[in-house]
């Protein structure tokens, strides 16, 4: 970019234009821009700052050598370098860091710090149903806590990641043997369908089968486990894969009694002696009394 000069100031000076003006990206990684420029920028034009990451796949990865893209890079103090040298080979700051950056540099409030991460960008792409809260706009938020940490984010209403410390605060859900939800954004994965009947996403489920996907066993362990009867039930009357001793030794464990009754009434993988051992250290007594009935079902565990 062209330097600042009192008579031709460059790009720099579209910021204080009266006219149209422009939106503009700032890496607040504290190296990519100087808090000073920072400043001047955000002061000129306010509603046009938008928060980059400029991130790569170093991102999250401990100090070291890595190849990334065909390159050699270097991750080093929360930066990313080119193997061996001092050149910039992107960054991999996360976007709340960016956010408490901002707010150090400039003393900006933390709405407005929020907005040149969400409402913002969105504006600058003419996304109405994006970077806002609004009445009819997507579900796709983020909780933070004091520190402007994120401690939970949600696409498509769905729970997605969860921080595992989240400080003592409390959150509008809990966790369970498959923290990671599915969402339309990762039916290229290959696990896919596992996963999506993991987290009891039924309509995800149905979807994927009519396509033609593939799942494995863990399937309708993971869903038997979390409670999924739905589930269990769809894939037991439209998939050939099954499930393993895993499937009832891990629901009579978290008492789901109905996922219990069901597998054993309609499936022949049967169950090991854990089921009994699991529901009564967790006190599920409605689960003894019903394998107590039915105990011809106990196998050993499928490897």
């Known amino acids: 970019m062209a330097s600042f000069h009192h008579r031709d100031p460059g790009l720099v000076g579209l910021l204080g234009e009266t006219g149209p003006r422009p939106y503009y990206g700032l890496i607040l990684d504290g190296i990519h821009s100087h808090h ?15 928060l980059v990451t400029d991130c790569m796949a170093g991102m999250g990865l401990p100090d070291a050598s890595y190849e990334l893209a065909g390159l050699k890079v270097d991750v ?22 960016c956010i408490r950056t901002l707010i150090e540099f400039t003393g900006c409030s933390v709405e407005y710090a929020l907005e040149t991460a969400t409402l913002h960008p969105a504006q600058s792409l003419g996304l109405t149903t994006k970077g806002t809260l609004e009445f009819g706009a ?15 984010t949600y696409i498509a209403g769905t729970l ?8 003592d605060v409390e959150l509008p859900t809990v966790k369970s043997s498959f923290p990671v939800a599915m969402t339309h954004f990762d039916l290229d994965d290959d696990r896919a369908m596992d996963k999506a009947a993991a987290s009891g996403q039924l309509h995800l489920v149905q979807q994927m089968h009519a396509r033609g ?15 999924h009867l739905d589930v269990v039930t769809f894939l037991h009357a439209t998939r050939n894969e099954g499930c393993t001793t895993n499937a009832i030794d891990l629901a009579a464990s978290y008492g789901h009694v109905d996922v219990v009754k069901f597998l054993t009434e309609n499936r022949q993988e049967g169950r090991t002696n854990y089921a009994w051992k699991a529901a009564n250290e967790h006190g599920h007594h409605d689960v003894i009394a019903y ?4 105990g011809e079902g106990e196998r050993k565990a499928i490897p």
Not at 36 to 50: D, E, K, M, T
Not at 160 to 167: K, L, N, S
Not at 291 to 294: E, G, S, T, V
């Open 36 to 50: 000073s420029s920072c400043r001047i920028a955000q002061a000129s034009h306010p509603q046009g700052l938008v």
């Open 76 to 97: 080093k103090h929360g930066r990313a370098y080119l193997h061996n040298t001092t050149t910039i080979a992107g960054s991999v700051v996360q976007m709340d860091s």
């Open 138 to 152: 997507d579900a796709d938020f983020v909780l933070l806590n004091d520190k402007l940490q994120v401690i939970q």
């Open 160 to 167: 997605v990641y969860e921080r595992p410390e989240a400080d």
């Open 213 to 227: 996907r593939r799942c494995t066993v863990h399937a309708m362990d993971g869903a038997a486990a979390n409670g």
């Open 291 to 294: 394998l107590l009935q039915h």
